[in-house]
């Protein structure tokens, strides 16, 4: 599948954005989908992954309890929302599938929250 990220914006600490991955070429349908974040000069971070097929989600410690993934199946996307937004969640965010020894990276949108 391929892989489609919107979204992103500029927000004010404490505000909230929601962040989108479409995918198409296919359904999400076996796949594990997940967010990644990079900020400036840092290294890709693993922010949450959730299994299509189950509905079981994980997320980084960081972002407990601010951020939740939910699906529209119909639409096949996941989103991620996310509250209490801080200047340290400032990054280009990505999507990812996976299943097996396949996946897809979508391109970034990117996320900055002014102090």
């Known amino acids: 599948v391929q892989l489609q990220a919107s979204g992103g914006g500029l927000v004010q600490t404490g505000g909230s954005l929601r962040l989108s991955c479409a995918a198409s070429?296919?359904?999400?349908?076996?796949?594990?989908v997940g967010w990644f974040r990079q900020a400036p000069g840092k290294e890709r971070e693993f922010v949450s992954a959730?299994?299509?097929?189950?509905?079981?989600?994980r997320y980084a410690d960081s972002v407990k309890g601010r951020f939740t993934v939910s699906r529209d199946i119909a639409k096949n996307t996941l989103y991620l929302q996310m509250n209490f937004l801080k200047p340290e969640d400032t990054a280009v965010y990505y999507c990812?599938?996976?299943?097996?020894?396949?996946?897809?990276w979508g391109q970034g949108t990117l996320v900055t929250v002014s102090s």
């Open positions: 990812k599938s996976v299943r097996g020894v396949t996946s897809s």
């Open positions: 070429g296919g359904t999400f349908s076996g796949y594990i």
């Open positions: 959730f299994r299509w097929s189950g509905s079981t989600t």
